[in-house]
């Protein structure tokens, strides 16, 4: 049961009647979940945390369903991309996604047949040691569904170096309209639980605590009734649910860390270290429980389609999906002159070309937004911006440092805090987008540390164990997950037992 405490941060944008963060209520309650089956899907070879894969199929070649069309190099930190429909290779060709990243892409033309890989089917027995776990979320290509796409493997065993003694799962969904992940904790309330207990056991964490919005109710209600039918399953796990405040960008770590943890964590320091917690989205959750029970890779997710104008909706995808194909799912028609956009409307970016944008799997949700002419003015002072901003930076200042250039002074004034979510972009009455400006800068430099990490010539040619222990200062995601004694422990082959020291028969 939650502790009838509210947690929160403080600052960001709290839910108002203009843009109605997370309700339920304006989206039409889906009877069934709908499915779209797209007539081709474009699966990019890099669509997270980390290098591109290497395309395993080529022109002309069938696939299934779940089966994998592109693996990762030897030694190279990439996780595999399997395709969510059958059919035929049209093309194996290079992709420019709107976040600028470019890779191989493979394109595949539907048969309309669904047609499954024969591996796929529910396991028979569960009785699998922690390294098995872990070796199986890598093989499904699972990474977190809810921000940068951090491959679960490497989090989980990142989490095992630091002993955590907590998992969080993360069901914040704050952005604005999207409710593709509380449509999954409605939907999958089992799978969310059942995954969440494994990946704190592999992970080593004894607490399980489901994060909320405290006007979440019914979601609240289904959790809790999961919790009590599966915690005697999990006798060594303990789990609560925590309310939060229904603010943006609630599920932010650094702001879980902040109101949760009371810790202001610095750009560059880590939940796990901190304060020996880890968070893993719900539908990410979701995703490993798939993988352990039923043996099926990531393939698809669910996204919410998100617009004020007309029929907003979620919908469960084939990964690769275009979005012109989800966006013209809706019962109306979407107006030419009207924005689509990868992602939500705080964050995301517009596209040109919706017939060649794929969702790829940390795309939760596609916005469809007017073309509104915004007036805009000079800055007038107001001071919204800085009395809103989550990270408590004076976004006009820096705003102001970048557009004279003076970089080191913005980073001074603390522009390299930015975590891009828009909120300053959002409430500005003088229609200046500082987010486009200060977000940027931002990321320049966790791009230059990502490509310091996966780029560099001697992963590329040294073991990754090598290359872990070259890093100084910090644990690498790049490390494996090692067994210890316990988890080799022999188990009766002919049990079925949940994957996690002291699992129970089922
Ligand atoms: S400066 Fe960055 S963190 Fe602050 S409100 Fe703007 S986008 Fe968000
Ligand atoms: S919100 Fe806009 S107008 Fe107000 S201080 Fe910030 S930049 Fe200036």
């Known amino acids: 049961m939650a502790n009838g405490k509210i947690y929160s941060f403080t600052k960001g944008v709290i839910s108002n009647d203009v843009l109605d963060f997370s309700q339920r209520t304006p989206f039409v309650r889906e009877v069934m979940l709908e499915k779209i089956n797209p007539s081709r899907i474009i699966l990019p070879m890099k669509m997270n945390y980390g290098v591109p894969c290497e395309p395993v199929v080529k022109k002309g070649d069938t696939v299934k369903v779940g089966q994998c069309v592109g693996m990762p190099a030897p030694h190279t930190f990439a996780s595999p991309v399997h395709s969510g429909i059958s059919g035929t290779v049209t093309d194996v060709a290079p992709v420019t996604l709107p976040n600028g990243i470019s890779c191989m892409a493979v394109f595949i033309e539907n048969d309309m047949k669904r047609t499954t890989i024969e591996s796929i089917r529910p396991r028979t027995h569960m009785n699998m040691s922690a390294a098995e776990t872990v070796a199986i979320i890598r093989a499904a290509g699972i990474c977190g569904m809810g921000g940068e796409g951090i491959p679960t493997a490497a989090k989980i065993s990142r989490a095992k170096r630091h002993n955590v003694s907590e998992l969080l799962v993360n069901c914040l969904q704050s952005e604005p309209f999207a409710t593709c992940d509380l449509t999954v904790i409605c939907d999958h309330t089992d799978y969310v639980v059942r995954g969440a207990c494994a990946v704190a056991a ?32 999990f006798d060594n796990i303990d789990l ?22 009371g810790k202001n964590l610095a750009e560059g320091a880590i939940l796990e270290e901190e304060c020996g917690a880890v968070m893993f989205n719900c539908s990410t959750l979701y995703a490993v429980w798939r993988a352990l029970a039923d043996n099926m890779p990531l393939t698809d997710r669910i996204v919410s389609v998100c617009t004020d104008s ?3 909706h979620n919908v469960l995808v084939p990964i690769g999906t275009p979005l012109s194909e989800i966006v013209n799912s809706g019962s109306g028609s979407v107006p030419v002159t009207d924005r689509i956009i990868w992602g939500n409307c705080l964050t995301g970016l517009a596209v ?18 007017p073309s509104n002419f915004i007036p805009k003015t000079p800055c007038i002072h107001c001071g919204l911006c800085s009395e809103t901003c989550p990270m408590s930076l004076s976004p006009n200042i820096v705003y102001e440092m970048l557009v004279q250039g003076l970089s080191q002074k913005a980073a001074e004034e603390g522009g390299r805090d930015c975590i891009a979510c828009g909120t300053c972009s959002y409430i500005c009455p003088a229609g200046i987008d500082l987010a486009a400006m200060i977000a940027p800068f ?6 230059i540390e ?35 004694d316990e988890d080799k422990k022999e188990v009766d082959p002919s049990a079925i037992t949940l994957p996690f020291k002291g699992g129970k028969t089922i």
Request: hydrophobic share 35%; net charge neutral.
């Open 352 to 369: 040109q070309d919706p017939e060649n944008t794929p969702v790829i799997k940390i795309t939760s949700a596609v916005t469809v937004a």
């Open 442 to 447: 931002a990321s320049a430099g966790r791009i």
């Open 202 to 233: 592999t992970s080593g964490a004894r607490k399980v605590r489901f994060l909320i919005s405290h006007k979440r109710k019914a979601e609240q209600k289904m959790l809790q009734a999961s919790i009590d039918s599966i915690k005697n399953e």
């Open 310 to 312: 007309y029929c907003k």
């Open 240 to 261: 609560e649910i925590c309310l939060f405040r229904d603010r943006y960008p609630q599920g932010y770590y650094r702001l879980v860390a902040k109101a949760l943890y």
């Open 450 to 484: 990502e490509n310091s990490l996966l780029h560099n010539t001697s992963f590329s040619t040294g073991s990754v164990k090598e290359v872990a222990e070259d890093m100084v200062g910090e644990i690498s995601l790049l490390e494996e997950f090692t067994e210890d």
